[in-house]
């Protein structure tokens, strides 16, 4: 690391409104943007009070993820949903002229401006999984999604989980769980272009379990995770030497 950092915070998936123009292409599917399909629920809630609390920059979207997924990259096979993938060549330039580009521009840009001042980037991107998909039962709480080949990432995650274990003893955290760290996805993209001198990508992943429908247990959570992610900041972050 460079000895400077900054931290940017980042939700694609914060909620799951259809822009008027594109409401035709939903028509009677309520349901399914209501589910974890439609968007991850509880992440901008949480992305909002820990950008609030360590006082970092927050990027969102509350464009429902099956218009575009603004965490996917252009060639991925899922970048457009079965709502909108069929569309003709026009429609989809429009959608990711109007939604992608601009999102995914503005962080990208933020990002460079920072490494162009010789800061060490911490990027920290929100998401929450479904407890069950298919016959699968998640069995984690929290998920933390990082490149195991890039020290910097590696022990940071690895703090962070310890840091959950003694504070939280009830909380099963896990490392790249759901989803594999190096999958593709918007942190997976900064690395390709970025050292890990400049570059930290963490997606941290929250169980729904703890969204719907227990306020009091959700909001304990966000403190438990806000709690942890200030003291691994100013204990493993400060201590630059261990990050690279």
Known sequence: MRGRYKIIISCEHGG???????????RGQHSILQSHRGWDRGALDLARTLAAKIRAPLFFSE???????????????NLFSEFTRNSNTELKTEILERHY??????????????????????HFSVHSFTPKLGQELRRADIGLLYDPRRKGERI?????????????????????YPYRGTADGFTAYFRKRCGERQYLGIEIEINQKHVHGHHARWAQLQKQIINAMEITIRETVNCTERLC
């Open 63 to 77: 464009t429902t993820r099956l218009l575009v997924d603004l965490n996917r990259s252009l060639h991925h096979r």
């Open 156 to 176: 940071l995650c690895h703090h962070l989980r310890n840091i959950f274990t003694d504070a939280a003893s009830n909380l099963l955290v896990r490392r790249n």
């Open 16 to 26: 799951n409104r259809v822009p008027p123009e594109y409401r035709g292409l939903f």
């Open 101 to 122: 580009h601009p999102y995914r521009d503005k962080l990208e840009n933020e990002i460079r401006k920072l490494l162009s001042k010789k800061y060490t980037v911490l």
